[in-house]
């Protein structure tokens, strides 16, 4: 037998994302590709964690993470979400949101068991489907308010369809789902006995008045739902990769085992300084995040439409898809190239995130920077106008 490479890396491909994020590096540019946060961590969450350090948090934590997290959790998730979720059972805490995916899609699909995705999709979630051998199968919505309707859903169903994803707000869109499409998924998902796998890291990122709905609120629903969140954008700490995931127990069990084999445990002063920055930071912290990410938005998509790039304005999240087509080049990648050489401004080509050819009309801008950042990126992007 020759050495070669397993065949579980041939369905995998480094992500555009971290592509274009090299790109830009390479030309010195202002990298609007990878969300990366370039906002500051609050100081409560870091002198949390240096705090812990040096009082010996420094050692492996449970499987599901530090009692302390899981408890502040446990509170946040019935006062913000309105899930009840036991800290000793029902909560495990991960190495990021994608590790906590990584974690529950190991424990609850088989090879080849199909996943319903609504496109444009966040490219890791494909990947860690393709990882762990299931089927991703696409739903898709219509630009540029990322619209769909029930039949979709009932288009893409399979015998061997076991799970739908809903990321909501979401990356890339920045699409916050609506009431009425999350009651047509449940239904759907009652109708069909799926898993509904929630992507809910970007809930304090709501624009333009909206409100953070948790799947897992909506009858019926709690007992098939695993709820996925996270500190890294909130807190401004992409670096430290805590994220979580909830589920009932009997889920949560087999979720737990799985987090253990892959990571151990999340790194333990820094789940002490997540939990720090829990419960103490006011709720006027998140409400000055999402006024303050609204007014980022707004300048620039003002800039690309300046600029003849039209945004698909974005409701949640801190991305934008804006439409490319009028750039030279015959697919999003070579415009993208185009882009940074004309402007030294990376953003990921939409081909990353469609399964079809309507990406090559698009592509994600990340506009989770500094005020001073963010302004040179309009003066820039608007030169193109």
Same mark, same amino acid.
């Given at each position: 037998?020759?050495?070669?490479?397993?065949?579980?890396?041939?369905?995998?491909?480094?992500?555009?994302?971290?592509?274009?994020?090299?790109?830009?590096?390479?030309?010195?540019?202002?990298?609007?590709?990878?969300?990366?946060?370039?906002?500051?961590?609050?100081?409560?969450?870091?002198?949390?964690?240096?705090?812990?350090?040096?009082?010996?948090?420094?050692?492996?934590?449970?499987?599901?993470?530090?009692? %302390?997290?899981? $408890?502040?959790?446990?509170?946040?998730?019935?006062?913000?979400?309105?899930?009840?979720?036991?800290?000793?059972?029902?909560?495990?805490?991960?190495?990021?949101?994608?590790?906590?995916?990584?974690?529950?899609?190991?424990?609850?699909?088989?090879?080849?068991?199909?996943?319903?995705?609504? $496109?444009?999709?966040?490219?890791?979630?494909?990947?860690?489907?393709?990882? %762990?051998?299931?089927?991703?199968?696409?739903?898709?919505?219509?630009?540029?308010?990322?619209?769909?309707?029930?039949?979709?859903?009932?288009?893409?169903?399979?015998?061997?369809?076991?799970?739908?994803?809903?990321?909501?707000?979401?990356?890339?869109?920045?699409?916050? +789902?609506?009431?009425?499409?999350?009651?047509?998924?449940?239904?759907?998902?009652?109708?069909?006995?799926?898993? %509904?796998?929630?992507?809910?890291?970007?809930?304090?990122?709501?624009?333009?008045?909206?409100?953070?709905?948790?799947?897992?609120?909506?009858?019926?629903?709690?007992?098939?739902?695993?709820?996925?969140?996270?500190?890294?954008?909130?807190?401004?700490?992409?670096?430290?990769?805590?994220?979580?995931?909830?589920?009932?127990?009997?889920?949560?069990?087999?979720?737990?085992?799985?987090?253990?084999?892959?990571?151990?445990?999340?790194?333990?002063?820094?789940?002490?300084? %997540?939990?720090?920055?829990?419960?103490?930071?006011?709720?006027?912290?998140?409400?000055?995040?999402?006024?303050? +990410?609204?007014?980022?938005?707004?300048?620039?998509?003002?800039?690309?439409?300046?600029?003849?790039?039209p945004p698909s304005i974005p409701q949640g999240?801190? +991305?934008?898809?804006?439409?490319?087509?009028?750039?030279?080049?015959?697919?999003?990648?070579?415009?993208?190239?185009?882009?940074?050489?004309?402007?030294?401004?990376?953003?990921?080509?939409?081909?990353?995130?469609? $399964?079809?050819?309507?990406?090559?009309?698009?592509?994600?801008?990340?506009?989770?920077?500094?005020?001073?950042?963010?302004?040179?990126?309009?003066?820039?992007?608007?030169?193109?106008?």
């Open positions: 037998m020759s050495r070669e490479l397993s065949w579980r890396i041939e369905g995998l491909s480094q992500a555009e994302i971290r592509a274009m994020t090299i790109a830009c590096d390479w030309v010195k540019g202002i990298n609007m590709a990878q969300g990366v946060c370039d906002t500051p961590a609050p100081r409560t969450v870091l002198q949390g964690a240096q705090r812990a350090i040096e009082q010996g948090v420094n050692t492996y934590t449970r499987y599901d993470g530090l009692a %302390v997290l899981r $408890e502040a959790l446990a509170r946040k998730l019935a006062d913000y979400n309105g899930v009840t979720a036991d800290p000793e059972t029902e909560i495990t805490v991960s190495a990021g949101a994608t590790g906590s995916f990584h974690a529950a899609c190991l424990a609850l699909l088989n090879p080849g068991d199909e996943v319903l995705v609504f $496109e444009p999709f966040y490219a890791y979630h494909i990947q860690v489907l393709v990882a %762990v051998e299931a089927v991703p199968r696409f739903v898709p919505m219509r630009a540029p308010d990322w619209t769909f309707a029930p039949e979709d859903l009932d288009r893409a169903v399979t015998v061997r369809t076991k799970a739908i994803l809903v990321n909501t707000p979401g990356n890339p869109s920045g699409k916050v +789902y609506s009431r009425a499409e999350l009651d047509w998924i449940a239904a759907f998902a009652a109708k069909h006995d799926l898993f %509904v796998f929630t992507d809910e890291i970007y809930e304090y990122f709501l624009f333009d008045g909206r409100r953070h709905v948790s799947f897992a609120t909506l009858p019926g629903m709690a007992e098939r739902t695993i709820t996925i969140g996270g500190y890294s954008k909130t807190f401004s700490i992409t670096g430290w990769r805590i994220g979580y995931s909830v589920a009932e127990a009997r889920w949560a069990q087999a979720i737990g085992a799985m987090n253990d084999l892959l990571y151990v445990c999340a790194p333990a002063p820094l789940q002490y300084g %997540v939990a720090v920055g829990i419960d103490e930071l006011p709720r006027s912290f998140y409400d000055d995040l999402a006024r303050d +990410y609204q007014g980022k938005r707004d300048r620039f998509c003002r800039s690309l439409a300046k600029a003849g790039l999240a801190y +991305y934008v898809l804006a439409d490319v087509s009028r750039l030279p080049g015959v697919t999003s990648k070579e415009r993208a190239m185009y882009l940074l050489d004309k402007t030294g401004l990376a953003g990921v080509p939409g081909e990353a995130f469609f $399964e079809e050819e309507t990406g090559k009309c698009f592509m994600r801008f990340c506009f989770a920077k500094t005020d001073a950042i963010l302004d040179e990126a309009c003066r820039r992007i608007e030169k193109l106008g």
